[in-house]
């Protein structure tokens, strides 16, 4: 099968096509260290089977954090993330005879901090989070966080990290910047203007990688209609010229790997996280669509940038069918590698089942979204369906509010 090959990408052998994608947990302790809930998490992850383990969201910055407990390595903490990574490793090693690529998520969660830090005014945004002109970051605060994103790189090199991910999508501070077009000054308006800092923290970080792998989990598609959204004409529908100028330019830049995906998992996440049902029903862009998405500009990117490696995103709603899907499209050549999100959270060993023939169509993702719910609630987040903990929280947390 096409999932098993081995791939190289920047000189370094991947043992398989298997992604197991970011997923934020807010479990981290106040410092950003990893908890026992965390360490469980990529326990079971070590023992998928997957060839990348891409870790989750990771601030560069107290103020970039989304919530009190994500995840935020640090000079102090550097050993726990240095236990973590070797634990991963050999586990993995012992059951499999190979140890996963570790990819370590950078990120700054902009209008999602804590204290919101904005690249404009969003009317689209602000509808049900009124900011003010002071939640815009400055110019100086945006040439600043090269800096940030070194040192962190720096961190991920000591911690045992195989790569470094500069994190923009999802409408967080880097991504949001892309669809500044209203923004005056040198973050804003123009394309190389609005690429601006993303080009700026993929350069910085590539001069501090060492031997590690850059890779980038990119928005190519807000869903919002230009000039509010990234990748949109004005009806809101996909135009690809410039998210594939994006994808060259950071090819160009150094990232030789893109989890690529669309949405705001804030506003629209029917876009990034494809259900049946989920927050709004029906969901107003229909998950067929939004997969059709996923799959046009990913083999677009293939064809238009071809050097660059590509992650398939929003497999988890193929469901039953997930394996037949990731290898009709490693096999048309439209994606590299397949990525799984809320798959890895429901049934973390379902790769490795599979391989073994025992993959077991009862424990696969109900596209039930109650894992995001969780994080709304500003719980710590997991599978609300098939983990006895999440599952008790969910109904403390989330089904007593409803009520
Ligand atoms: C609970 C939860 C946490 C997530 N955390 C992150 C994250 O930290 N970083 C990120 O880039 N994407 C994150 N995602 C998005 C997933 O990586 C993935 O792109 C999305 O779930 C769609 O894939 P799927 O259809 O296979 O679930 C998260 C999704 C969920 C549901
Ligand atoms: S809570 Fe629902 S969407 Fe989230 S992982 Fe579990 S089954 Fe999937």
């Known amino acids: 099968m096409l999932i098993e090959n081995k791939i190289t990408a920047d000189g370094r052998e991947i043992n398989n096509r298997m992604v197991f994608q970011p997923m934020e947990g807010c479990d981290c302790t106040p410092e950003g260290t990893p908890s026992e809930l965390t360490k469980e998490k990529y326990r079971r992850f070590a023992l998928s089977g997957a060839g990348t383990v891409w870790m989750e969201a990771n601030a560069v910055c107290p103020e970039g954090r989304a919530n009190p407990r994500q995840m935020m390595l640090t000079e102090k903490n550097l050993s726990d993330f240095e236990r973590l990574t070797d634990e991963i490793k050999e586990s993995a090693i012992k059951r499999f005879g190979f140890k996963p690529l570790l990819i370590l998520q950078l990120t700054h969660s902009g209008r999602q901090s804590v204290s919101p830090v904005i690249a404009y005014r969003n009317p689209v945004y602000e509808k049900t989070r009124p900011l003010s002109d002071n939640a815009i970051a400055s110019d100086d605060y945006l040439d600043s966080l090269a800096d940030k994103y070194a040192f962190s790189t720096r961190l991920a090199l000591k911690a045992g990290f195989d790569g470094v991910d500069v994190k923009c999508c999802h409408g967080y501070l880097a991504s949001e910047l892309l669809s500044a077009f209203t923004r005056k000054g040198r973050y804003g308006g123009s394309f190389e203007n609005r690429t601006r800092l993303i080009t700026d923290l993929v350069k910085a970080v590539s001069s501090e990688k060492g031997g590690m792998i850059l890779c980038s989990r990119t928005g190519l ?37 893109t989890d690529f995906t669309i949405g705001n998992p804030y506003f629209n996440p029917w876009l990034n996280r494809p259900y049946k049902r989920g927050p709004v029903n029906p969901p107003p862009v229909k998950a067929d669509t939004a997969l059709g998405y996923f799959k046009e500009i990913s083999g677009l990117i293939k064809k238009n940038v071809p050097q660059l490696k590509v992650v398939m995103s929003g497999m988890t709603y193929y469901g039953k069918h997930c394996f037949e899907e990731a290898e009709k499209m490693l096999k048309d050549g439209i994606c590299d590698f397949v990525g799984f999100g809320r798959m890895t959270l429901a049934y973390p060993e379902f790769y490795a089942d599979y391989l073994r023939g025992a993959f077991d169509e009862k424990k696969i993702c109900a596209t039930c979204s109650k894992c995001t719910e969780l994080m709304r609630a500003h719980c710590t987040s997991g599978c609300a369906v098939f983990n006895p903990y999440y599952r008790k929280l969910y109904k403390e947390a989330v089904c007593k509010k409803q009520r």
Do not use: H, Q, S, T
């Open 221 to 257: 598609y807000d869903g919002l209609p230009f000039p509010w959204g990234f990748g949109a004409d004005e009806e809101g529908n996909p135009d690809w010229r410039e998210p594939l100028a994006l994808c060259a330019k950071l090819y160009d830049a150094g990232v030789k790997i």
